[in-house]
């Protein structure tokens, strides 16, 4: 009989580890090359330029100009939009059978918009918490409930 392996996303916007179960009481391990990381800038780190200017149509007053998205949010958005398109690669080259995602609430919702439907139907449960920061051993009764570790 073939196991089912279980894939855990651990992530926020700036990181992302995936940690793998393959049944109850095996415990759960980094799996190999899928620990992400993107330095987190502040915005003023980004935009180094200074915003352009707007000349006002009514009076001789000249505005700063600012930028339509915020740079920072732009960033985390293509960081988290690339997990989404890592797991669809992985999900059809057969890697994982279910996925768990535990990240925070904006990284979630950005990661279940970019998703294919595929890996939507791996989905096993999601939690709205951000436990990049915890170590492996703690995270078991963050997923108590969800799967048996």
């Not at 100009?65 to 690339?82: A, G, N, Y």
């Not at 096993?124 to 703690?138: F, G, H, V």
Request: cysteine-free.
């Amino acid at each position: 009989m073939k196991k089912t392996v279980t894939w855990i996303l651990i992530a926020d916007g700036t990181q992302a580890r995936v940690l793998e179960n393959t049944g109850p009481g095996k415990g759960l391990r980094q799996v190999d090359g899928l620990d992400f990381a993107i330095d987190p800038l502040m915005a003023q780190d980004i935009v180094t330029d200074k915003p352009g200017r707007g000349q006002s149509s009514a009076g001789g007053g000249r505005s700063a100009m600012e930028p339509r998205t915020d740079p920072v949010e732009h960033r985390e958005m293509v960081f988290v939009k690339s997990l989404a398109h890592m797991l669809d690669r992985k999900q059809q080259e057969g890697e994982f059978d279910r996925l768990v995602i535990a990240a925070s609430p904006i990284a979630l919702g950005e990661i279940r918009r970019a998703m294919s439907p595929a890996v939507k139907k791996t989905i096993l449960a999601e939690l709205d918490k951000d436990l990049t920061n915890l170590p492996t051993p703690q995270l078991d009764r963050h997923l108590d409930g969800i799967i048996a570790v």
